[in-house]
């Protein structure tokens, strides 16, 4: 199975700030790589797909990156609505895996 | 709008079986595979199981295959994961989870999810 890492596992952040997340996948995924974004108490949402490609709707504040092992998932000018847990998945090979989370949170 | 409503979850105890439900709208369903994922209380994601439009190909979690089945009925718009030999370990948020596009493994519409406890 491929293992995805993401680092780190939480972070504080401001409004207005910058934020990047990492993602590490044990093998080679392509391009393979999805990101998610989840609310407490919702069910996630798909933010970006193949690393980069905003899924309708999403802001453009939010930007991906990467291939290979390494992803970024980067937002830009954080919003009060961007504090939850993001999810990076692999969809290259079952069993899909994803990583453990990131969980944004209010300085 | 795409729609995707779970159904059927509840408490079993260990070694029961439970039998899991969505029905989805909004979109044409025979066109896309259909997955269950799920979240333990207070952690991650885990995929569990997919199935293909047309059930040609079904996949599962190492942890499931053999005590979990999944199936679809496309007149009925419905997905079903049946559950047996249920352990502690299954107790989860189970989301019905649309599959962006065939075996894409994108995971673009999710359903609000139905929550397992497997406890005596």
């Known amino acids: 199975d491929i293992q995805m890492t993401q680092s780190p596992s939480s972070l504080s952040a401001s409004v207005g700030d910058r934020v990047t997340i990492t993602c590490r996948a044990s093998?080679?995924?392509?391009?393979?790589l999805n990101w998610y974004q989840q609310k407490p108490g919702k069910a996630p949402d798909l933010l970006i797909y193949?690393?980069?490609s905003l899924q309708t709707g999403v802001p453009s504040r939010f930007s991906g990156s990467g291939s290979g092992t390494d992803f970024t998932l980067t937002i830009s000018n954080l919003q009060p609505e961007d504090f939850a847990t993001y999810y990076c998945?692999?969809?290259?090979?079952?069993?899909?895996?994803f990583g453990q989370g990131t969980k944004v949170e209010i300085k | 709008e795409v729609q995707l409503v779970e159904s059927g979850g509840g408490l079993v105890k260990p070694g029961g079986s439970l039998r899991i439900a969505c029905a989805a709208s909004?979109?044409?369903?025979?066109?896309?595979?259909m997955n269950w994922v799920r979240q333990a209380p207070g952690k991650g994601l885990e995929w569990v199981s997919y199935?293909?439009?047309?059930?040609?190909?079904?996949y599962y979690t190492d942890s499931v295959r053999g005590r979990f089945t999944i199936s679809r009925d496309n007149a009925k718009n419905s997905v079903i994961l049946q559950m047996s030999s249920l352990r502690a370990e299954d107790t989860a948020v189970y989301y019905c989870?649309?599959?962006?596009?065939?075996?894409?493994?994108?995971?673009?519409?999710w359903g609000q999810g139905t929550r397992v406890t497997v406890s005596s």
């Open positions: 989870v649309r599959d962006t596009a065939g075996g894409s493994g994108q995971f673009d519409y």
């Open positions: 909004g979109f044409t369903f025979s066109s896309h595979s």
């Open positions: 199935i293909s439009s047309s059930s040609d190909f079904i």
């Open positions: 093998q080679s995924i392509s391009a393979y």
């Open positions: 193949v690393v980069s």
């Open positions: 998945q692999q969809s290259y090979s079952t069993p899909w895996t």
